[in-house]
Nanobody
Framework: QVQLVESGGGLVQAGGSLRLSCAAS????????MGWYRQAPGKERELVAI???????NYADSVKGRFTISRDNTKNTVYLQMNSLKPEDTAVYYC???????????????WGQGTLVTVSS
């Protein structure tokens, strides 16, 4: 069983910063893309940033220039550095990963439990 464990969420003042972490554990053979999504109350879940294993990155237009995704493949961990936070960034942030658990290399999508980020004005 593969599990994604997130940490780093909390309450922060507008203009401040937070760093989210997500560590994958369990019977993992390989991990391809890892990324972050978020969902605000009453809104659909949306992509924030993704990072394939090869190192390329994609960001939502709303966070470009403020958020940075990175990963440490030796630790099976992905990070999201969030700077210049705005109240509109308030949401539950979810970690996501494409994981293969055997030599069959069939990748499956795994989600974390979510961590709440609240940005006050």
């Amino acid at each position: 069983q593969v599990q994604l464990v997130e940490s780093g969420g909390g309450l922060v003042q507008a203009g401040g910063s937070l760093r989210l972490s997500c560590a994958a554990s369990g019977s993992i053979f390989a991990i391809d893309t890892m990324g972050w999504y978020r969902q605000a109350p009453g809104k659909e879940r949306e992509l924030v940033a993704i990072m394939p294993s090869g190192g390329s990155t994609n960001y939502a237009d709303s966070v470009k220039g403020r958020f940075t995704i990175s990963r440490d493949n030796t630790k099976n961990t992905v990070y999201l550095q969030m700077n210049s936070l705005k109240p509109e960034d308030t949401a539950v942030y979810y970690c996501n990963a494409e994981v293969a658990i055997s030599l069959r290399l069939k990748f499956h999508e795994v989600w974390g439990q979510g961590t709440l980020v609240t940005v006050s004005s």
